[in-house]
């Protein structure tokens, strides 16, 4: 059976003991959490219970929160977590932490657990998970068959055989001789398969290689003649746009000149204005003093 965890709401239910009651442990640090969920919820290991239900009989019995953290400092409780079962616990990951380290999402994950490729090994009643450290390399293993050709359903047979070699690796007496000598011919035959599939990828790899090096000399060719092209094609505009602004130069040179020339027949016609303008005063002068003798 896998081991169980469970977050803050559940250890409340389960002890009826109050949130409140269990934060002033934990500020005591007469506990503490294993860790938080990927949403900051705290959550326990099993034995989260019993030790609860430990301190809160100490309180009832008139015990203060700094005397109990005393004497659990010095004798411990009396069912409590082993030291390796405490460091292994603390080496397993959220769903979230996991997903990370992978580099897929926590709903491919789900996916993966659903086809029962992979498995956590801690979950709470709620559903809340934990992995172990080896999910990593297994996630990572699930990852390159896919890109090897494998479906699902055949990477959910490889995935559990992996599982047993792992455990066998640990404990070879976990089976019979005949089944964990059956169940390694069969890890064999699929190292061997693997290793086909892995040779014809390399084989791939090696024309894809060779033509994608051809292509990427032939693509910088044509960028160098593109590039001509493209400053043949700058300098034909610019010399375009030369003539035209000479052009356009020598048109405002004419219309200055043309300018010039009518304000100077503008002038002339001016001092004519003022010559016809003189005279005229000049002839009404010299017929007001003929008036004037009469």
């Given at each position: 059976?896998k081991n169980s965890v469970m977050l803050r709401g559940e250890l409340v239910?389960?002890?009826?003991?109050?949130?409140?009651?269990?934060?002033?442990?934990?500020?005591?640090?007469?506990?503490?959490?294993?860790?938080?969920?990927?949403?900051?919820?705290?959550?326990?290991?099993?034995?989260?219970?019993?030790?609860?239900?430990?301190?809160?009989?100490?309180?009832?019995?008139?015990?203060?929160?700094?005397?109990?953290?005393?004497?659990?400092?010095?004798?411990?409780?009396?069912?409590?977590?082993?030291?390796?079962?405490?460091?292994?616990?603390?080496?397993?990951?959220?769903?979230?932490?996991?997903?990370?380290?992978?580099?897929?999402?926590?709903?491919?994950?789900?996916?993966?657990?659903?086809?029962?490729?992979?498995?956590?090994?801690?979950?709470?009643?709620?559903?809340?998970?934990?992995?172990?450290?080896?999910?990593?390399?297994?996630?990572?293993?699930?990852?390159?068959?896919?890109?090897?050709?494998?479906?699902?359903?055949?990477?959910?047979?490889?995935?559990?055989?992996?599982?047993?070699?792992?455990?066998?690796?640990?404990?070879?007496?976990k089976y019979p001789p005949k089944v964990t000598g059956k169940k390694l011919?069969?890890?064999?035959?699929?190292?061997?398969?693997?290793?086909?599939?892995?040779?014809?990828?390399?084989?791939?790899?090696?024309?894809?290689?060779?033509?994608?090096?051809?292509?990427?000399?032939?693509?910088?060719?044509?960028?160098?003649?593109?590039?001509?092209?493209?400053?043949?094609?700058?300098?034909?505009?610019?010399?375009?746009?030369?003539?035209?602004?000479?052009?356009?130069?020598?048109?405002?040179?004419?219309?200055?000149?043309?300018?010039?020339?009518?304000?100077?027949?503008?002038?002339?016609?001016?001092?004519?204005?003022?010559?016809?303008?003189?005279?005229?005063?000049?002839?009404?002068?010299?017929?007001?003093?003929?008036?004037?003798?009469?």
């Amino acid at each position: 059976m896998k081991n169980s965890v469970m977050l803050r709401g559940e250890l409340v239910k389960r002890t009826g003991i109050t949130d409140g009651f269990i934060q002033e442990i934990e500020s005591a640090k007469v506990i503490k959490p294993m860790g938080l969920t990927d949403e900051k919820v705290p959550f326990y290991r099993e034995a989260a219970v019993d030790q609860v239900n430990y301190i809160k009989k100490m309180s009832d019995l008139g015990y203060s929160m700094e005397e109990i953290q005393r004497v659990i400092k010095k004798v411990g409780f009396p069912k409590t977590l082993s030291v390796s079962e405490s460091k292994v616990a603390d080496k397993h990951l959220t769903v979230g932490d996991l997903a990370a380290k992978v580099g897929v999402s926590t709903r491919t994950l789900k996916h993966w657990e659903e086809k029962g490729i992979i498995e956590a090994d801690m979950r709470s009643s709620g559903g809340f998970r934990l992995y172990s450290e080896v999910h990593v390399y297994l996630c990572n293993l699930i990852k390159d068959l896919q890109l090897f050709g494998y479906s699902l359903e055949e990477i959910k047979r490889i995935s559990g055989e992996f599982r047993d070699f792992l455990i066998m690796e640990k404990n070879i007496d976990k089976y019979p001789p005949k089944v964990t000598g059956k169940k390694l011919d069969v890890m064999s035959g699929e190292i061997k398969a693997l290793k086909e599939r892995m040779k014809l990828l390399k084989s791939g790899i090696g024309r894809w290689e060779e033509l994608v090096n051809k292509k990427v000399k032939e693509i910088n060719v044509l960028n160098k003649k593109n590039e001509k092209r493209v400053l043949t094609d700058i300098k034909g505009k610019s010399k375009k746009a030369k003539v035209k602004s000479d052009e356009e130069l020598g048109k405002s040179k004419k219309a200055k000149v043309k300018s010039d020339e009518e304000l100077e027949k503008s002038k002339k016609a001016k001092v004519k204005s003022d010559e016809e303008l003189g005279k005229s005063k000049k002839a009404k002068v010299k017929s007001d003093r003929g008036k004037g003798k009469k």
